[in-house]
Every structure is written in structure tokens, then in C-alpha cells.
């Protein structure tokens, strides 16, 4: 596989998704409910479609797993991972921090991410092997030692019903400990924000493939640590993930097990 083909496609898709999101802030014709607090916009819906588009033009054998319009079948080899807009309701509120997010797996391993923010046109890209980038020039993680010294990010899920206390645990002694903490609302974005030394660790559980698989691998191109709270390996199909610049990776394990005091 060509993965600086793919990596062309990936990017040419979330610019065509992009430019369905523009078009649409603050001019939305319909804003339904996945869940309480969970939306999906006819934005969400133009994006994914224009980027299935892109990448059916391109790799009309591949399968195509996307948040809003769910698997299009093809070589289980070959997956796409769609995000057409993380930060909806950022985006219903017209608050400017939203991504489109998108992974490119083979077999089980994420092999080229691409996040693009629309509003700030930053253009985040990871390639395995090759490094991560902002538009174009490379990235680095932070280089912090000390979580004293850190500025955190974390998000939560849509449900807070299960796991709310173990989550408000965790919250708050990540708080005490940190120089600060900030829940911006897209996680593929924090995980950008990581990669390129804006925050030194991030965490969040209850996540969708297509939520963090191309950050995760924008963290570890860029030379940062990513696993489950555990300390076990995240991947594609990562749910809980705990993301970090390395050197702070060990004390945010400490104060993410929950009933540590």
C-alpha cells in the first residue's frame, strides 16, 4: 500500500468535508439527538458524505467505518476511520473548536491520521514511521517532567450516568495536581494538541475508533506515550485512552487508578 497516496486522499477528503462544515456554521437546518446531549447536524451528514466520496474515489475496495452512516463493506484489510465533525455541539453553539478526523488502518494498525480544524486551518498529519506534522512542518510532544508543571486536557462521554463518580475521582486529583486543566470538547483535537506540545497529557474513556484513531497516532509520531488507563497498548479500537508526552506518562497512571489516594 502507497501510503503517501493514502495520506493524499485522506487529505484531500477532510478539505471537501471541511468546506461542507464552513458552508454550514451557523446556518444549520437540522439539529437532531443521538442522545441527550449527543447531536448530529445536516453538517455532520454533508461532511461524511463528501468525505466517503473522496475516499471511495480513490479506494472503492476499502472498508469505510464512519460515525454517522456506520460500515460500508470491503477488504478487511483496508479501513477507514471517519469523524466528519468531532465537536458537534461546539459546532451547533458555533464555539470555534471542531475537527474533521480521519484514519487510514491496516489490519489493526493506524497507519496515516489526518485532523483538520476548519476554523484555525490547522492541518495536523501522522504517517507511521514518518513523523507527525502541522501544516506541513514536523511536531514534537512537550518536554514537562512534572505534572505540577503540566497543562492537562479531558473530556467526557455524552452519558455521564455510568462511571460518573470514578470519572469525577479522577478529574479532581488530576486538578489538584496540574498547572491546569481544559475540556475543550474534541478529543481528536486535545490529542493534536498533545502531539504538538500544547498539552503535556490527555485522557478520556468511553471513546469511538473514529474519535481518537488518527490522534493517537499523531501522539505517538510525535514522540509522545499512548495507552489505556491500565497501561496497556491503545489502538484503533481504543475506548479508554490516556495520552501523554511521556515523561509525565507514569504519575497520570497513578492518579487515573481509581480509589488512589
Known sequence: MDLDQVMH???????????????????????????????????????????IGAIRASYPDHTIVAEESGVRNGSAACRWLVDPLDGTVNYAHQVPFYAV?????AGNDV????????????????????????????????????????????????????????????????????RGIRRLGSAALDLCYVACGRFAGYWEDHLQPWDSAAGILMVREAGGTVTDFSNRPSGAEACEVLATNGHIHRDMLIFLEVGNN
Open 111 to 178: 497507519r496515516v491520521g489526518v485532523v483538520l480544524n476548519p476554523v484555525s486551518g490547522e492541518l495536523f498529519t501522522a504517517q507511521a514511521g514518518a513523523g507527525a506534522r502541522l501544516n506541513g512542518l514536523p511536531i514534537r510532544v512537550s518536554p514537562e517532567t512534572r505534572v505540577s508543571e503540566s497543562l492537562l486536557a479531558t473530556g467526557f462521554p455524552y452519558d455521564l450516568g455510568h462511571g460518573f463518580d470514578a470519572r469525577g475521582e479522577r478529574f479532581l486529583r488530576c486538578l489538584k495536581a496540574a
Open 101 to 105: 478526523s480521519i484514519a487510514f488502518a
Open 9 to 51: 486522499t485522506a487529505v484531500r477528503a477532510a478539505y471537501r468535508g471541511s468546506n461542507e462544515l464552513r458552508s454550514r456554521l451557523g446556518n444549520l437546518t437540522t439539529i437532531g439527538k443521538k442522545g441527550p446531549s449527543d447531536l448530529v447536524t445536516d453538517a455532520d451528514i454533508a461532511s461524511e458524505t463528501e468525505i
